[in-house]
């Protein structure tokens, strides 16, 4: 049932979106033409996909020990890691466009919550080598593999925190004066995602950018993307279907944009 509403919703996304040509906000136009259409290939693509490959054939099996709820579950679920990446990962045209709007804002600060075996989390690193990128990550057990990885791509400007996102994220940012670069991956009740983005909201600044994930992934998640939209705060979103792009430009006309992708 699930994957029948998000192919019907996928359809009316499909239906409603717009390409570049379709786009006349000087602001929405550019971040268009010249990043979201951007597919040249790029030479740090290579390295990150070749590891993404290595993932997909990776028949090592770890246990699953979740501390996203502030209890411990699933502790003797073993799951191979070909098959948390496939499931779980998201495909390589979404990182690189990530990597993409990384390069666009060139943040000084990254967060990132839930990095999943550290592909995406490559691809914001390699983007902005300076920056103080922060990942947050539910499984202890992925976030080795996500080190191991990291390892292999030879990245060492990431703090990579374990836990529970309710209890990490506002001590992480509480610190923080502007969040440049927000990342909000994998699927969340909505009270959660609404949570990540009220905490957010005051650190934003007008080329800040917050990226919500799987936004038609659950109605949850709808139901979230939705308010996050209609917040009289935020002046303009991009709705990409896999993900959702949040920016509080005070002097940007508010505009939600369907863009195809």
């Known amino acids: 049932m699930i994957n029948l509403q998000v192919a019907v919703d996928f359809l009316k996304y499909r239906l409603k979106a717009k390409t570049r040509h379709g786009v006349h906000s000087p602001f929405a136009y550019r971040l268009v033409?010249?990043?979201?259409?951007?597919?040249?290939?790029?030479?740090?693509?290579s390295d990150i996909e070749k590891l993404r490959s290595e993932l997909f054939l990776d028949v090592r099996s770890i246990p699953i020990t979740d501390l996203g709820v502030g209890s411990l579950l699933n502790q003797n679920k073993q799951k191979k890691i070909s098959t948390f990446?496939?499931?779980?990962?998201?495909?390589?045209?979404?990182?690189?466009l990530i990597h993409r709007l990384v390069l666009d804002v060139n943040p000084s600060t990254i967060i990132e919550l839930g990095n999943c075996l550290g592909i995406t989390t490559a691809?914001?690193?390699?983007?902005?080598?300076?920056?103080?990128?922060?990942?947050?990550?539910?499984?202890?057990?992925?976030?080795?593999?996500?080190?191991?990885?990291?390892?292999?791509?030879?990245?060492?400007?990431?703090?990579?925190?374990?836990?529970?996102?309710?209890?990490?994220?506002?001590?992480?940012?509480?610190?923080?004066?502007?969040?440049?670069?927000v990342l909000i991956n994998g699927k969340h009740p909505k009270e959660a995602i609404l949570?990540?983005?009220?905490?957010?909201?005051?650190?934003?600044?007008e080329e800040s950018i917050l990226i919500v994930d799987n936004i038609y992934r659950s109605q949850d998640m709808k139901d979230a993307w939705e308010q996050i939209k209609a917040h009289p705060e935020v002046s303009v979103t991009f709705d990409l279907f896999q993900i959702g792009l949040v920016f509080v430009r005070k002097a940007q006309a508010k505009e939600d944009f369907v863009i195809r992708f």
């Open 33 to 45: 033409d010249q990043v979201i259409y951007d597919f040249h290939a790029k030479k740090v693509y």
């Open 123 to 181: 691809y914001l690193a390699k983007a902005a080598p300076n920056a103080q990128i922060i990942s947050l990550e539910r499984y202890p057990e992925t976030a080795e593999i996500t080190h191991e990885n990291l390892d292999k791509l030879n990245i060492q400007n990431l703090e990579l925190l374990v836990g529970n996102f309710d209890e990490l994220f506002p001590e992480v940012i509480k610190d923080i004066t502007e969040l440049d670069f």
């Open 195 to 205: 949570n990540y983005f009220r905490w957010c909201l005051p650190k934003l600044s």
């Open 85 to 96: 990446a496939r499931n779980s990962l998201k495909p390589a045209r979404l990182d690189q």
